[in-house]
C-alpha cells in the first residue's frame, strides 16, 4: 500500500492525513503482530485499517493511474491476502499433534549453541521423548517436571557456552 500511495503522490494526487494514519498503524500493528501473534485481535485491526485504505485509494488510482494499475494493484492484494491465509494455516499447525493430554512440551531449535545431539543426550538424561518436526524444530514431550529441568539444564549449557 505504501508504494501505491507514493506512485499516486508522484501522479500529482494529495492523500488524506487520515489514509498517511491508518497507513503508519497498519505498518505499527504489524509488526507488533510479527512479535506476538497470540492475539488476533491486533490481526483483525491490521484487516480494518487496510480495507479502509484500500477503499479510500483504489478510486483515487483508477482515476489517476488508470484500470488495469489498478487491476495489478488488486491483484497484489489478493496474492497478500492469499499468504496471509497461508501463514494462518501453518501457524494453526504449530501446536504439536499427538502430544498426550497428561504431557507436556517445549520446542527447541538446533543451532550452533544447541546441536541436535546435545538436545538429544539431555533429553536422554530425563527420559524425555523427541520428536523432530517439519520445520527443523525439536519437540521436547514429557512429564512438567522433568521437561522443566530438561529446560534449565540446556540454559546452563548455553550460559556456560557463552562465557
Known amino acids: 500500500m505504501a508504494n501505491l500511495v507514493a506512485d499516486l503522490r508522484k501522479s500529482g494526487e494529495h492523500i488524506s492525513a487520515q489514509v498517511m494514519r491508518d497507513l503508519r498503524a497498519a505498518k505499527t500493528m504489524m509488526e ?9 485481535e491486533n490481526r483483525l485491526r491490521i484487516e480494518e485499517y487496510l480495507s479502509n485504505i484500500e477503499l ?3 478510486p483515487l488510482a483508477e482515476k489517476r493511474l488508470g484500470k488495469s494499475y489498478v487491476d495489478e494493484w488488486l491483484q497484489k492484494i489478493a496474492d497478500a491476502q492469499k ?3 497461508d501463514w494462518k494455516t ?7 499433534v ?3 493430554r497428561d504431557k507436556t512440551w517445549v520446542r527447541i531449535k538446533p543451532s550452533n549453541e ?9 533429553s536422554e538424561q530425563f527420559g524425555l521423548k523427541l520428536q523432530t518436526q517439519e520445520d527443523g524444530y525439536v519437540l521436547v514431550i514429557g512429564e ?4 522443566k529441568e530438561f529446560v534449565k539444564k540446556i540454559a546452563e549449557l548455553l550460559r556456560g557456552s557463552h562465557k
Request: with cysteine; net charge positive.
Open 32 to 40: 507488533i503482530f510479527r512479535a506476538d501473534t497470540s492475539h488476533s
Open 56 to 58: 479510500c485509494l483504489v
Open 83 to 85: 499468504r496471509l491465509q
Open 90 to 96: 501453518k501457524e494453526a499447525r504449530r501446536f504439536p
Open 98 to 100: 499427538g502430544v498426550p
Open 114 to 122: 544447541t546441536p541436535i545431539e546435545k538436545i538429544k543426550h539431555v
Open 144 to 147: 512438567e517436571h522433568k521437561v
